[in-house]
């Protein structure tokens, strides 16, 4: 982010008209080497948000308990916030987007579900007049390269693994993509956004694919289907609730 804002800053400035500065980097450990330009680290998290030449904060901590109060912090004081801590927005996001609107502020969160597909935008503004009887969708890259090893190559499931942490696809402790939870969170924002509802993490029910055993996959291929790890939600007509 520091390193995009930095090297775009007038391509930025071109396109919208803004300036960018970066006012304040708060990091865990400013002792720590890092490989971009001199930039103002800092580990106090309170000065940074509360110095008044800030007006957007960037959070990028992730965590539901630290990066709550200080979004919180921010909010309050009218700052705008920039995420992409669905985490944290599929445990908080009510109180948060409350918090946000009370004090005449935002929260952006497009990078939380789908990376560069802008799905946020489009369904917050542009379906904005459209009713959203279902969604359905892949949205976890992880188990999604994962399986497409394991469907063809043949390979089990900790041999797919080995190799989406070697190539980077999977981090070192893959357990919130490969448990499903990642998937759920996502879908937890995205079908609040698409039933104008609240639905947490804990409404949904969730499957991993982290005891997948090449034999499903063998028996799925005989039945005509392939394995893959969805996200779905449908509006419930009945009881005005989603179901997933």
């Known amino acids: 982010m520091a390193r995009i804002l930095s090297e775009q800053r007038d391509l930025i400035a071109r396109r919208t008209g803004l300036l960018f500065d970066i006012r304040h980097v708060v990091v865990r ?66 109180e948060l987007f409350a918090l946000a609107k009370k004090h005449n502020t935002a929260i952006s969160f497009e990078a939380s579900c789908g990376g560069g597909i802008p799905i946020i935008a489009a369904l917050s503004r542009g379906l904005i007049a ?30 797919a693994l080995a190799e989406a942490q070697r190539l980077g696809y999977a981090e070192a402790d893959p357990s919130m993509d490969v448990s499903g939870r990642d998937t759920a969170q996502k879908l937890a924002i995205l079908a609040s956004l698409a039933f104008n509802a609240h639905i947490n993490e804990s409404d949904i029910h969730i499957e991993g694919i982290d005891t997948l055993d090449p034999q499903d996959i063998r028996f799925a291929r005989e039945l005509g289907y392939v394995i893959k790890l969805l996200a779905i939600a449908e509006r419930n007509e009945a009881s005005g609730r989603s179901q997933k």
């Open 29 to 94: 450990d400013a002792s720590k080497a890092r490989n971009l330009a001199p930039l103002p680290i800092t580990t106090d998290a309170h000065a940074a948000i509360d110095d008044p030449r800030v007006q957007i904060i960037v959070e990028l901590m992730g965590g539901t308990t630290s990066a709550a109060d200080l979004m919180q912090r921010a909010l309050t004081q009218g700052k705008p916030i920039v995420t992409a801590n669905k985490s944290l927005l599929a445990a908080k996001g009510r």
């Open 130 to 159: 459209n009713e959203i009887s279902a969604l359905v969708g892949i949205v976890n890259g992880t188990c999604n390269v994962i399986l497409t090893r394991m469907t063809h190559n043949g390979w089990t499931y900790q041999q």
